[in-house]
């Protein structure tokens, strides 16, 4: 495997562990609701466990509640970790083959020099949209299984009996691939799709354009009196213009998002082991049980149900804790992926110094051709 397929895998995986809760919270947020809302045409997602008032448990009883509060938290952390992973290998590895063959064959660009990288952005926007596309088929599956056990209820209850258990991920997998067949798991395929070209094409653009402007301040700082602060440190370059990246990409497709978890968690099934187990509400109340049993509304349907539901706003709920979220991962991926290429000597920096040129300007630092320039 090439270099930067390990870096992507690498760098994915450990971003989704740290970004997990807060993604938990993301998609509640877009699903709709508080639980204990019930006018809401958007039915609630179930609501994160608290501790009993009053109660004053026991070392082990203690131990379980600490348990029990954060294990919310990691809820559907397995999919993504195993499938995020792959899809940023796939992404990366996806990005670079093209930008550089549009370089070559589009732009005459010559992409064997370090210089040149990411010289132009709109080759840079059209590789980060085509990688994008190219995660589909890992993304869709991982973002169906994962918004359906982060939205998932504890158990269902009827009194003292509690008559159903949480799901994981992989029984959430084979669910669905007994009742719907290898097509359910790539249900809000399209949107996805969509969501995915979209976002990544900005994703690479806006690191690659927030490179160039650091570049530029801390080559304007070294040559005044100044030190230059951050912008001298390659480190915290790459942190921050990953954070910022990240922000970017959530800002510019998060509308999709919210329909695509609306598409992929319509009707989810009771978490009850029982075939008479009861089905949760959807989160599209307006839909008639017969409409259901039918068939599962689009993205188009999913979007205007949406819209009728408050306007404009319910498609940025959540925007605020998915821009934390999306700075923090964004920022320790980049910066993982980066340090992995340049360990495995294929890093800007390494390329840079083996053709003898200035490491500053192989980050970002050649002319400014394409857009956004």
Known sequence: MSADFWAGYISGAIGIVIGNPLDILKVRLQAGGSSSSTSSPISSSPSLPS??????????????ATTNWIRPFLRGTAAPVLGYGALNALLFVSYNRTE?????????????LPSQIGVNLWSTWI????????????????ELVKCRVQLQDQGVVDGENRIGREK???????????TQGIKGLYFGGVVTALRDSIGYGFYFWSYELSSRWMVAASSSSSSSSQAGGIFTSEAARVLLCGGLAGIVTWASIF??????TRVQTQGILGVGASSTSTEQTTLLDQTTT??????????WEVAKSTYREGGVKPFFRGLAVCSVRAFIVNAVQWAIYEWIMTELGQGRRAKASAAGVEAGSSFGGGELVGMGA
Request: net charge positive; proline share 10%.
């Open 168 to 178: 994981g991920s992989w029984q959430v997998t084979k669910h669905v691939l007994r």
């Open 51 to 64: 501790p009993t008032p009053g109660s004053t448990p026991s070392t082990g009883t203690a131990s379980a």
């Open 127 to 142: 590789a980060g949209a085509v990688g994008g596309l190219a995660t589909w088929v890992v993304s869709t599956p991982t």
């Open 255 to 260: 509308p999709l998002d919210v329909i695509k």
């Open 100 to 112: 550089s063959a549009l370089n070559q064959f589009v732009f005459g660009i010559d992409p064997s």
């Open 290 to 299: 017969a409409q259901r049993k039918q068939r599962p509304l689009g993205a």
